[in-house]
């Protein structure tokens, strides 16, 4: 199995995976699903590559252990949000946007703006399970325990973050406030901070093969995207709109890295 023609059948993998999520949206006319697929997408390009490489099979495992971990508590953690607060918000403004300004129809802005986009994405930041399983030596040493370390931390606190934010959300009490204890101390995002702890911690484990550290791209495009595209900067321009206290929570608390907030 050569580089090329394990990528170039996983991406055949993930086309088909998209186009039928697609159809099946252009009749429910609701996209968000795809947030869960786009992490059950990786666990699945994961095993297909799996199947279709003969690696170190220590290396194997534990890369597809901890990306098995790591996709299906996320996605079943956004499958079940989706299930209990219906279409995600982003996707419906998104959409009356493109028909208002573009006359574009669900089918085409569900296309060109959701699937076309996240797809490509996907392959991209999954690059150090996908590429890491391929070489069959060296076995798994320090630096891929360091990786295996920090992919655990990275798992605990999104999985950490996440719970503390539901059971925070589900209190009366706390509406239109901001959650500032918690992880939610030592910084604004501890979910976006984990999903890129993870996935650096894999691209170590696959950074000590000559083949997995040309998958470096995959964790530097999703940090970028969580810090500066899809993550950080939507949701806290919409966070300053709603709740008061959110600039003064910001002006404490670390942006990203985990860090002590700042005297008021």
Sequence with gaps: ????????????LLVVLFLLLW???????????????????????????????????????LLMALCTIWGVRLGGYLLWRWRQHGPDRRYVTMFGKAQDARGWG???????????TQAPLLFIVCLPVQLGQIDASPPV?????????????????????????????RNPANQGQVLTTGLWRFTRHPNYFGDACTWWGLFLIGAETS??????????L?????MKWSGVPTIEGRLKRRKPGYEDYVRRTSGFLPWWPKAR
Excluded: C, H
């Design 1 to 12: 199995m050569t580089v090329v023609s394990l990528l170039a059948s996983n991406l055949l």
């Design 23 to 61: 159809l099946i949206t252009l009749r429910t006319r609701d996209v968000t699903p795809v947030d869960s697929v786009w992490a059950l997408g990786m666990v699945a390009l994961g095993w297909a590559s799996w199947l279709q490489t003969g690696g170190d099979p220590g290396r194997k495992a």
């Design 106 to 116: 669900f089918g085409q802005a569900s296309m060109r703006m959701v699937y076309a």
């Design 141 to 169: 040493g320090a630096l891929g325990m360091v990786g295996a370390a920090m992919a655990v931390i990275g798992i605990l606190f999104e999985s950490i973050g996440d719970w503390q934010l539901v059971r925070f959300r």
């Design 211 to 220: 083949t997995g550290l040309w998958a470096l791209p995959g964790p530097v």
């Design 222 to 226: 999703l940090t970028w995207t969580l």
